[in-house]
């Protein structure tokens, strides 16, 4: 059984939490055993860490992002 990590706001609903799982048992197999951290400092979104890589998918990362190519002087994300 391989581990992975769900970080997510507390708000997030458990019908919401469970078809993120199904979506993460759909892109990396059925024995990706889902753990769920509740965060209070996501706002919204989640992190999932899996295999020791990081997929973070928070609105905050989407924001920072989003700045980050505005300050480059681009205009789309």
């Known amino acids: ?4 990590v769900i ?4 708000a997030m609903t458990d019908d919401t ?3 993120l799982v199904k979506r993460v048992h759909a892109r990396f197999g ?7 951290v509740n965060d ?6 989640f ?3 899996f295999d020791g ?8 990362t989407r924001l ?8 480059r002087g681009g205009g789309s994300v």
């Not at 059984?1 to 992975?4: A, F, G, I, K």
């Not at 890589?53 to 905050?60: G, L, P, R």
């Open 53 to 60: 890589a990081v997929y973070d998918n928070t609105v905050k």
């Open 7 to 10: 970080t997510v706001s507390p």
């Open 64 to 71: 920072d992002q989003a700045r980050d190519v505005f300050s």
């Open 17 to 19: 939490f469970a078809y």
């Open 1 to 4: 059984m391989r581990s992975c």
């Open 30 to 36: 059925e024995d990706a055993d889902c753990v769920r």
């Open 47 to 49: 992190q999932i860490e």
């Open 40 to 45: 209070a400092d996501v706002l919204g979104g």
